[in-house]
């Protein structure tokens, strides 16, 4: 009997599960600010609700549909909110997307989207 | 995977609360050698130990495959070593895994029975898991002070739940004991653990997701809430009941067993939710 009420408790359990939403870590502020007009900047500050792993969270640049090649993501100093995107090139003139895949310090993922333009 | 990252938590949380409840309360419910139990307790630890390093390992392996966001990366070592090492999670789970390790071990050497080394090394696998899950969203003191709330709120818990197993094991051999006031005990230190776990759940709630209670009320967060608050309600009322009829307890063994058993089980079950609960996310999204 016991072990039925275990079995069945853990299968119920693991079908909510599979139906639920994750949102835990979101992007709280960015800098370029999302559709924002700057001028080349020399990095990207992604700046999150709560802690993500540097090691695991991924940034995607990419320029009018071309990605652009990231030299460097990682965390500024101890604050694991705040990532630091570094470009591999100076970024030219054209408009940025950038998309994220965070994975936070609880081990929930979230991701989000945004764009700027950097102009002449 | 998902679902199989929440039934690894559950499975690992219960046989951890278990093992941490049941070592607490054998002195505290049993004066003096009680042979035949203990042995029993032995050989149960023994496998609670065993599924909580082999849960526990998987909750690792799922987790890296989760972060990586492939399962490949489940077995691939320098994953791993980037998990372990680079990751909150994985800095507090190569202590854990390790104090679970030693946990085996010492149930597998002469000193099996040495009630100090078996309680201080399940607190401590016990404390490992409070700062995994949501007790790790905040940073700074705000932070450690919700983990500390954590590890109350788990040794409460575990005591409670682990307290329940061993009354279960007793009340099959109801004969060698005084029942009455093996029960006594159980309730005495039991009003300090509901206490107690009803705060710092209370406390876990209003910090987690800003409000005294989450709404709307029957989707998500709140609902899962809900039912494990509605299980610990009727756990409640179960011990309430065997409390008030405690006078005749030695004449309704067969009642009482099986109402210590289902307060277990929906003990279990409360575990259960939880496990899930740590996996949604409490705040209304903004």
């Known amino acids: 009997m016991f072990k039925k009420a275990l079995v069945t408790t853990a299968l119920l359990s693991s079908l909510l599960g599979a139906s639920s939403v994750f949102a835990h870590a979101h992007l709280k502020s960015q800098t370029p600010a999302a559709d924002s007009t700057v001028s080349a900047p020399s990095m990207l500050r992604l700046e999150f609700s709560e802690g993500v792993e540097a090691s695991f969270t991924k940034v995607m640049l990419s320029k009018d549909g071309a990605a652009v090649p990231v030299k460097s993501l990682t965390s500024e100093g101890s604050d694991k909110k705040t990532l630091i995107v570094t470009p591999a090139e100076p970024l030219t003139a054209g408009t940025y997307k950038v998309e994220w895949h965070a994975v936070s310090v609880d081990t929930h993922k979230s991701e989000g989207a945004y764009a700027f333009k950097v102009g002449q | ?286």
Not at chain 2, 171 to 184: C, M, S
Not at chain 2, 257 to 264: A, C, D, G, M
């Open chain 2, 1 to 286: 995977m998902i679902s199989a990252m929440v039934l690894c938590r559950f499975v690992h949380f219960t046989v951890v609360l278990m093992l941490f409840g049941a070592w607490v309360f054998r002195p505290l419910l049993l004066k003096g050698s009680a042979e035949h139990l203990d042995r029993r307790l032995t050989t149960a630890s023994r496998w609670l130990a065993a599924v909580a390093l082999v849960s526990g390992v998987a909750w690792l392996l799922l987790s890296t495959a989760s972060m990586a966001g492939a399962w490949e990366a489940a077995v691939d070592p320098s994953t791993l070593h980037l998990v372990l090492g680079n990751t909150f999670f994985g800095q507090v789970w190569r202590w854990h895994l390790l104090l679970n390790a030693l946990l085996v071990a010492l149930l597998m050497s002469p000193w099996r029975a040495h009630t100090p080394l078996q309680i201080g090394l399940a607190s401590l696998l016990l404390a490992t898991l409070a700062p995994v899950g949501h007790g790790g969203m905040l940073d700074g003191l705000n932070g450690q002070l919700l983990i500390l709330n954590q590890v109350v709120h788990l040794s409460c818990v575990g005591a409670w739940l682990g307290g329940l197993l061993l009354l279960v094991m007793i009340l099959r051999q109801p004969a060698a004991q005084p029942i009455k006031a093996i029960l006594l005990r159980f309730s005495g230190v039991g009003y300090a653990l509901v206490a107690g776990l009803l705060i710092t759940g209370l406390i876990n709630v209003r910090v987690l997701t800003g409000v005294i209670w989450p709404t709307p009320l029957f989707t998500g967060f709140a609902l899962i809430l809900l039912i494990k608050v509605v299980l610990i309600a009727v756990m409640l009322g179960l011990a309430l009941f065997n409390r008030l009829r405690i006078d005749d307890c030695e004449q309704r063994l067969a009642t009482l067993k099986t109402s210590v058993i289902l307060e277990w089980l929906l003990g279990i079950g409360a575990v259960a939710t939880v496990s899930l609960l740590g996996t949604l996310p409490p705040m209304i999204s903004s």
